[in-house]
């Protein structure tokens, strides 16, 4: 399951930001869990980041990456 998983991984980084470098992988699939877990639980990340405060700017700054190499990507297109 493991390799199905990271083709799974690796296919979605391909389509986000048109590249799949073991860095970018990481980067989206911290993406991916932590979007997920937000939106299914939004009290357990509000916990997360009161005990953990600065992860909060971390996020904000991946997901504005992401967010910048995803527009890059689709204007190539």
Known sequence: MD???????EKY???????????LKQKLEVYALYSHIAKSMPPLVKHWHELYPD????MKRLFHEIKQMNEAHRNKE
Do not use: H, I, P, S
């Open 3 to 9: 390799e199905k998983l990271d083709a799974l991984l």
């Open 55 to 58: 992860t909060k700017e971390e």
């Open 13 to 23: 980084t391909e389509l986000m930001v048109g590249d799949t470098t073991e860095e």
